[in-house]
């Protein structure tokens, strides 16, 4: 890994994603179904509990993204979406003078 962590920045903005459990479970299950067909005694056992892990994740991550999609067609976020720097960032102005105050001002005198 560099110094510099970019490496390790990259990782975790891959793994902070909603459907990063999808596949964290199923290398999970298919790490097992190798261990599975060792053929060792302690080889299956373990392997057996690796599937039923990753089968246990796979569920959870399906259901993490099915109550995402249904909590983001029922509550949208408010406000616009800008592009602040290369990152995505919800802006709400409310009132006639939301642009004279606090963050609102200074992301206005920014631009």
Request: hydrophobic content about 55%.
């Amino acid at each position: 890994m560099r110094r510099d962590g970019r490496m390790a920045n990259t990782l975790l903005a891959l793994l902070s994603r909603d459907w990063a459990g999808v596949p964290v479970a199923l290398v999970v299950a298919a790490v097992g179904g190798c261990l599975v067909g060792l053929g060792a005694t302690w080889a299956v056992a373990l392997g057996a509990l690796l599937v039923a892990a990753g089968v246990v994740m796979l569920a959870g991550a399906v259901r993490h993204l099915v109550l995402m999609a249904r909590e983001a067609g029922e509550r949208p976020v408010p406000g616009t979406l800008v592009d602040v720097g290369g990152h995505r960032m919800h802006v709400l102005g409310e009132g006639d003078a939301a642009a004279d105050r606090g963050v609102d001002a200074r992301w206005t005198r920014a631009r």
